[in-house]
């Protein structure tokens, strides 16, 4: 899925916290992919074009709206059991640092972090 010009660039690891890459992601063949215990660190997803990539369910981006420094998706997901289908909302807060939104629950975000390229 191609960006337009502007949009928000969501590819790559992303991590509750920054300290914590290593703990998350591991890298083997040259692919990204989860640490046994990533959840003990926080946790995290992955980015890969249109593909959102977590520990337990793969996603695939159905649609997106940029909205200035706002993206809504939709998702297809599976994990081993279920399908679904998910809207995620997240802000840009800078290059490399996303606050996800829950829409209809306005207390609630979660901040993430990219995690360099290893």
Not at 43 to 60: N, P, S, T, Y
Not at 68 to 80: E, H, K, M, R
Request: hydrophobic letters at 40%; charged letters at 25%.
């Amino acid at each position: 899925m191609a960006e337009p010009a502007g949009a928000v660039d969501l590819n790559g690891a992303w991590a509750t916290s920054a300290d914590q890459c290593e703990k998350v992601f591991t890298r083997e063949g040259g692919k990204l992919g989860f640490t046994e215990m990533s959840e003990v660190y926080g946790g995290g997803f992955i980015v890969d074009g249109d593909q959102l990539i977590g520990k337990f369910a793969r996603c695939k981006v159905k649609a997106r709206k940029d909205n200035g420094s706002s993206v809504n998706l939709i998702a297809a997901c599976a994990t081993d059991i279920m399908l679904s289908s998910i809207q995620f909302s997240v802000k840009a807060l800078d290059a490399d640092s996303i606050v996800r939104l829950f829409p209809g629950m306005e207390d609630m975000e979660i901040r993430y972090h990219r995690c360099p390229s290893q």
